[in-house]
T-cell receptor, first 114, second 113 residues
Framework: DTGVSQDPRHKITKRGQNVTFRCDPISEHNRLYWYRQTLGQGPEFLTYFQNEAQLEKSRLLSDRFSAERPKGSFSTLEIQRTEQGDSAMYLC????????????FGQGTRLTVV | QKEVEQNSGPLSVPEGAIASLNCTYSDRGSQSFFWYRQYSGKSPELIMFIYSNGDKEDGRFTAQLNKASQYVSLLIRDSQPSDSATYLCAALSLTSGTYKYIFGTGTRLKVLA
């Protein structure tokens, strides 16, 4: 499978715990995005990488959230001290970085904070 | 604040009818527009994209773009029950060298058998 891969698909955690999600973009896609989606809403932009550089972070991304893309390939999104409001689907998308092409989405990680 | 707006629906159409989904955007600098379909609990999958004024057809789907009115639409002909899903409109915005996809809240479509 050469699509965008996300791991894990589901995560249940207790409030206050830290969680980390991984995204493997399509090979040679240099743009990588993280979005968050809650029920009944569209995906909300969290952050964007061009290769290994994090070029933009949404103000939605509080200091409890951190994202990395250390070698310009896979990316991780960490949430520290999780809160119930963090419960959502976390979507990763990639784009080849040439032209106005679409974002290819992974299957998402569904986070439930109890 | 750059926005993409959609009617949340649900939009109900009988099987075989034409479904018309609409979207407006606020950023005149947006270059391309995308329609994604999202089934419940799944991730978005691309239906069509459009970047030139006018119509673009692909099978049963037609995307329409009017940049002067900042309006994008998606027509689904011969609607099928399997088309029942949420349809997300997205605009690709370029700001300070960053390409960002801005999504609407989605329109829920129900095709009645």
């Amino acid at each position: 499978d050469t699509g965008v891969s996300q791991d894990p698909r589901h995560k249940i955690t207790k409030r206050g715990q830290n969680v980390t999600f991984r995204c493997d973009p399509i090979s040679e896609h240099n743009r990588l995005y993280w979005y968050r989606q809650t029920l009944g809403q569209g995906p909300e932009f969290l952050t964007y990488f061009q290769n290994e550089a994090q070029l933009e972070k949404s103000r939605l991304l509080s200091d409890r959230f951190s994202a990395e893309r250390p070698k310009g390939s896979f990316s991780t999104l960490e949430i520290q001290r999780t809160e119930q409001g963090d419960s959502a689907m976390y979507l990763c998308a990639s784009n080849p970085g040439t032209g106005n092409t679409e974002a290819f989405f992974g299957q998402g990680t569904r986070l439930t904070v109890v | 604040q750059k926005e993409v707006e959609q009617n949340s629906g649900p939009l109900s159409v009988p099987e075989g009818a034409i479904a018309s989904l609409n979207c407006t955007y606020s950023d005149r600098g947006s270059q391309s527009f995308f329609w994604y379909r999202q089934y419940s609990g799944k991730s978005p999958e691309l239906i069509m994209f459009i970047y030139s004024n006018g119509d673009k057809e692909d099978g049963r789907f037609t995307a329409q773009l009017n940049k002067a009115s900042q309006y994008v639409s998606l027509l689904i002909r011969d609607s099928q029950p399997s088309d029942s899903a949420t349809y997300l409109c997205a605009a690709l915005s370029l700001t300070s060298g960053t390409y960002k996809y801005i999504f609407g809240t989605g329109t829920r479509l129900k095709v009645l058998a």
